[in-house]
């Protein structure tokens, strides 16, 4: 595997600029093509062999469409009454409304006969169960908020009105763009105190980025193949800049070693690939079977989410393989350029000072001793296990 990934180094240091570009190419086009034939997730979920399917199978063959369920549209008022003629009169046309909405297959008057369950005790507060034609997968923001915009009579009204169930939720989407970001400051701000270079600092990111992009464009064309989860780029984007900025920050850090050692430019870029990419691939690996192997719970689409996901675990190790030792070729003496001030600087040689050069000769040198103590410290902490309860 050493040799094997030395020659990819040595090539990709050779031809860096080819290598770039094919890499930019590559990105563009999965790109491309996902932003013209869309993206296809999905919410709808099965869980074969469980009870809770049986019923939902049983309502689909005999009671249609109660297997999605209801959506609750909330209308409520802080003052006065909701039955008061006014605010009444407006919920009644909003419930009218409902009915006429896209994919609306039923909804209850909530001022009724027999419908007094769907009015507040103290009256202030008054509900309507809207039930849906088509399966939650299929229920988009937009076409949710079509059948919310029917309540709008009851909005001009000074009502306060609100979606539970599936139309609250594509309602309700949860954005992760902030977490992202912070994500992202936060690696920037530790790599770059790491290598006391913002030039060095940027390398892991921009792989990582690149690697992700074209995880996500990918994923974007898988979904028109298999069922993919709403979430399953979400979770493809956390695990996919976790290990790609990890893997890269491997690869530089070894480089910086070998340069140290007296390799020059090209060789050393050759044997970071040669050492540090041998523990990339079985990291990468390892995960990527984990990821796999979530298709052992026999859910579909816990099993397409594991595979998703190791698609932007392949794309990240690919990165950290090949556009990275080109992106290094193509810096030359420039890639610890942009030094942070003296004092923010790591100080020492790397892997002979501080504090986790001293940690390694403690471990290495007492290693019964330190694994008992792990052992020690990690053993109580599976006691929990043989009470834990799982369920969907």
């Given at each position: 595997?050493?040799?094997?990934?030395?020659?990819?180094?040595?090539?990709?240091?050779?031809?860096?600029?080819?290598?770039?570009?094919?890499?930019?190419?590559?990105?563009?086009?999965?790109?491309?093509?996902?932003?013209?034939?869309?993206?296809?997730?999905?919410?709808?979920?099965?869980?074969?062999?469980?009870?809770?399917?049986?019923?939902?199978?049983?309502l689909a063959a005999y009671f249609p469409p109660q297997q999605n369920g209801s959506s609750p549209i909330v209308f409520h008022v802080a003052k006065g009454k909701i039955t008061d003629k006014a605010n009444k009169d407006a919920v009644e046309s909003s419930?009218?409304?409902?009915?006429?909405?896209?994919?609306?297959?039923?909804?209850?008057?909530?001022?009724?006969?027999?419908?007094?369950?769907?009015?507040?005790?103290?009256?202030?507060?008054?509900?309507?169960?809207?039930?849906?034609?088509?399966?939650?997968?299929?229920?988009?923001?937009?076409?949710?908020?079509?059948?919310?915009?029917?309540?709008?009579?009851?909005?001009?009204?000074?009502?306060?009105?609100?979606?539970?169930?599936?139309?609250?939720?594509?309602?309700?989407?949860?954005?992760?763009?902030?977490?992202?970001?912070?994500?992202?400051?936060?690696?920037?701000?530790?790599?770059?105190?790491?290598?006391?270079?913002?030039?060095?600092?940027?390398?892991?990111?921009?792989?990582?980025?690149?690697?992700?992009?074209?995880?996500?464009?990918?994923?974007?064309?898988?979904?028109?193949?298999?069922?993919?989860?709403?979430?399953?780029?979400?979770?493809?984007?956390?695990?996919?800049?976790?290990?790609?900025?990890?893997?890269?920050?491997?690869?530089?850090?070894?480089?910086?070693?070998?340069?140290?050692?007296?390799?020059?430019?090209?060789?050393?870029?050759?044997?970071?690939?040669?050492?540090?990419?041998?523990?990339?691939?079985?990291?990468?690996?390892?995960?990527?079977?984990?990821?796999?192997?979530?298709?052992?719970?026999?859910?579909?689409?816990?099993?397409?989410?594991?595979?998703?996901?190791?698609?932007?675990?392949?794309?990240?190790?690919?990165?950290?393989?090949?556009?990275?030792?080109?992106?290094?070729?193509?810096?030359?003496?420039?890639?610890?350029?942009?030094?942070?001030?003296?004092?923010?600087?790591?100080?020492?040689?790397?892997?002979?000072?501080?504090?986790?050069?001293?940690?390694?000769?403690?471990?290495?040198?007492?290693?019964?001793?330190?694994?008992?103590?792990?052992?020690?410290?990690?053993?109580?902490?599976?006691?929990?296990?043989?009470?834990?309860?799982?369920?969907?």
């Amino acid at each position: 595997m050493a040799k094997f990934l030395y020659r990819v180094g040595r090539f990709c240091a050779a031809h860096a600029l080819v290598v770039l570009l094919a890499w930019i190419l590559l990105a563009a086009v999965v790109v491309g093509l996902k932003s013209q034939l869309g993206s296809l997730t999905s919410n709808d979920q099965t869980l074969p062999g469980t009870q809770s399917q049986q019923a939902s199978d049983l309502l689909a063959a005999y009671f249609p469409p109660q297997q999605n369920g209801s959506s609750p549209i909330v209308f409520h008022v802080a003052k006065g009454k909701i039955t008061d003629k006014a605010n009444k009169d407006a919920v009644e046309s909003s419930y009218k409304a409902l009915l006429k909405a896209p994919d609306v297959y039923s909804a209850t008057d909530p001022f009724g006969k027999g419908s007094s369950a769907l009015v507040s005790q103290n009256g202030h507060t008054a509900w309507t169960p809207v039930l849906l034609k088509i399966s939650n997968g299929q229920v988009t923001e937009a076409l949710a908020q079509r059948i919310f915009n029917a309540t709008k009579p009851a909005q001009k009204q000074g009502i306060q009105v609100a979606a539970g169930g599936t139309i609250g939720s594509a309602l309700s989407p949860s954005p992760t763009e902030k977490s992202e970001a912070v994500g992202l400051l936060t690696a920037m701000l530790v790599l770059a105190l790491t290598f006391g270079s913002l030039v060095a600092m940027g390398l892991p990111i921009l792989t990582a980025l690149v690697g992700l992009t074209t995880a996500l464009g990918t994923i974007g064309l898988l979904t028109h193949v298999l069922t993919v989860p709403t979430v399953g780029p979400t979770l493809a984007t956390m695990i996919g800049l976790g290990v790609g900025i990890d893997y890269s920050l491997f690869m530089v850090n070894k480089y910086r070693e070998h340069q140290g050692h007296g390799a020059d430019h090209r060789e050393a870029i050759a044997l970071s690939v040669a050492t540090a990419g041998s523990a990339i691939v079985f990291a990468g690996t390892t995960v990527m079977i984990a990821l796999v192997a979530l298709a052992v719970a026999g859910i579909p689409l816990v099993t397409t989410l594991g595979l998703v996901t190791a698609v932007a675990v392949l794309t990240a190790v690919l990165a950290a393989l090949t556009l990275l030792p080109a992106v290094m070729s193509l810096l030359g003496t420039h890639l610890f350029g942009g030094k942070l001030p003296a004092f923010l600087r790591p100080r020492g040689k790397p892997g002979k000072a501080g504090f986790w050069g001293w940690w390694a000769r403690v471990v290495t040198g007492h290693p019964w001793l330190c694994a008992l103590v792990a052992a020690a410290i990690l053993a109580p902490l599976i006691i929990p296990l043989f009470t834990l309860h799982l369920g969907q």
